[in-house]
């Protein structure tokens, strides 16, 4: 169970940097996904191998765009020069990008880079395969900066 409670906190980090970086670039931002259910419901799906377990963490809009992120971040032990995610995470991101389009789901890495579902199935179509299938793997260099997906900083644009 540590090792859980371990990754939880790591993840729930990264959702309120991720969150306060585009509350910064004029996003209005709200948590969404399992982190918002009761215990009861989050147990329940930890015992089922349903998409709803992979929905995104948050929900933003600004104006009239609206978007959807599942904050990935990883344990301090595994940095590398790619982005292992796993398999059933990208198959339910494809599946929730097709059901709610036109609004895009992102991931947002621990070093706030930028990658949809449909890109890392295209980029790990071309690159070295997780041994156990289980994950993709992605170079960190193919994925996009914050910015250039968000918007920048409002307090570095207004300075």
Known sequence: MRQWQDRKAVGDTHER???AALRARGWTVHPCG????????REAL???RSALRQF???IAARGSDLITIDAKDRMP???TDRYAISTDTVNAGLLFTAAHAPTPLYYVFGDLKVLTP????????????H???????????QAHPFDD???ADGAATAA
């Open 17 to 19: 940097r991720v969150a």
């Open 34 to 41: 399992q982190g918002t259910y009761p215990h009861a419901v």
């Open 46 to 48: 930890r015992q089922t």
């Open 56 to 58: 995104p963490d948050l």
């Open 77 to 79: 032990s595994t940095h």
């Open 118 to 129: 449909a890109e890392i199935v295209h980029y790990a179509a071309h690159a070295l395969r």
């Open 131 to 141: 041994h156990s299938g289980s994950f993709h793997l992605v170079r960190t260099e």
């Open 149 to 151: 997906v968000f918007g």
